[in-house]
């Protein structure tokens, strides 16, 4: 009836594996958006901790505009170029940016589970970002 070739354990393990490799960032390296480089001290890469490396991957989904870049996928970074120079209503625009960035984050960023708080300021928007592991990301932001 079954294979002998055929072990349960080897796809429970690798699907357990997939399932925690989902629910962690991995390494990555720090980047100042501010100079647009890498960080370095005496010749070798930071990495960031979690929390900051979530912070970076945020940044950069904000940052990236849709559809521009071929190396990221048709759904990763935002696009807002129908919202920015039309008379639009500004609680429309505030909403539908809160909504592509919620929907951005919690899709394409890896161990996110909520983005809340969110506060709008003239050019600023702030929100708060939980983590798989029930940290708090704070974001400030300047578009």
Request: aromatic content about 14%; hydrophobic content about 35%; some cysteine.
């Amino acid at each position: 009836m079954f294979p002998t070739d055929y072990t349960f354990t080897t796809e429970n393990e690798s699907t357990a594996t997939k399932i925690s490799q989902q629910n962690r960032v991995g390494r990555n390296m720090k980047f100042d958006f501010k100079s647009k480089s890498f960080v370095f001290t005496d010749g070798k890469n930071d990495e960031t901790t979690q929390v900051d490396a979530i912070k970076q991957w945020i940044e950069l989904f904000i940052r990236t505009e849709a559809n521009k870049y071929a190396i990221y996928t048709d759904t990763f970074g935002l696009d807002l170029s129908h919202l920015v120079g039309y008379r639009l209503p500004r609680s429309f625009i505030v909403s539908e940016i809160k909504r592509r960035i919620t929907e951005g984050i919690l899709n394409k960023v890896p161990c996110t589970v909520s983005v809340s708080d969110w506060e709008f300021d003239a050019g600023h928007f702030y929100f708060t970002v939980k983590t798989n592991t029930g940290e708090e990301v704070k974001i400030d932001y300047e578009y």
